[in-house]
């Protein structure tokens, strides 16, 4: 009877532990989902913004052709992908996204060269609500990544994985910046400035003694040439200074 009774209690334990992994998988997923939403309804927020700004920047920057395409392209390609994946995460996904943030970060920076671009409000508008997406998408993204790490982690993780298994749930998809040139950081080497042999002056650079080697002459400066001092014939001798020292002979 106490067996019976002990095998009932784990029973019951395993069975209540199962639906509490479950409902926890449940949680988890709903919550990916919602963090989602907020980074769909950003991203979707830029695609509206995207061709008023191609169309302000055309105005001012004829020169900037070549970008204002790109950033149109990328904005038609992630558009048309989001509509293939009803609005869900993807791998080719985020990486037509990272390559439109690049691009537009891009143009940004470029639009510092034109002075009367700068200065235009209607710009100026959207330069500020495309910088404020912009911090959106980020702080989302994180949010949803670590949403989406915790579920992952539970579902590779014993004894969790045999309630996923069993129900299905399949592991959800992060949404990365995997582009090269968005993750480095600028590059600037100190050393080789630090190593470049500083200029000598003229003088130095015209006259440079000769290294000194074993058994060598040591080296001796250059000596101005003296003219001998000639005295007339009826001048008196040079008057002797205490100390030993004889000036020189003056007229």
């Known amino acids: 009877m106490i067996i019976l ?4 209690v784990l029973a019951l334990a395993v069975v209540l532990w199962g639906v509490g992994a479950y409902n926890g998988f449940v949680r988890s997923r709903n919550l990916i989902q919602e963090s989602w939403r907020q980074i769909d309804v950003e991203l979707n927020r830029r695609y509206e913004l995207i061709p008023n700004l191609v169309e302000t920047v055309r105005g001012y920057a004829a020169h900037e052709r070549n970008t204002l395409e ?33 691009a537009v970060h891009n143009l940004l920076v470029s639009v510092e060269a034109y002075p009367d671009l700068k200065s235009n409000t209607n710009f100026l508008e959207l330069q500020r609500e495309l910088t404020d997406t912009e911090d959106r998408i980020a702080a989302s993204r994180r949010f949803y990544n670590a949403n989406v790490r915790d579920y992952n982690t539970r579902i ?6 045999i309630i996923a298994g069993f129900a299905k749930f399949e592991k959800a ?5 995997n582009d090269p040139i968005v993750r480095q950081a600028p590059d600037v080497n100190f050393g080789e400035i630090s190593q470049r042999p500083a200029a000598a002056p003229e003088s130095q650079q015209q006259i440079q003694a000769p290294r000194t080697d074993a058994g060598a002459q040591p080296y001796q400066p250059p000596q101005r040439a003296q003219q001998p ?3 007339p014939a009826d001048a008196p001798p040079p008057q002797q200074e205490p100390g030993g020292y004889r000036p020189p002979y003056t007229s």
């Open 5 to 8: 009774i002990v095998l009932v």
């Open 173 to 177: 998809t992060y949404f990365e910046v």
């Open 156 to 161: 590779e993780s014993v004894p969790s994985n």
């Open 229 to 231: 001092d000639v005295q």
């Open 70 to 102: 790109q950033i149109t392209a990328l904005r038609n390609t992630a558009r048309s992908l989001a509509t293939q994946t009803h609005g869900q995460p993807s791998e080719q996904r985020a990486a037509v996204e990272a390559e439109l943030t690049t």
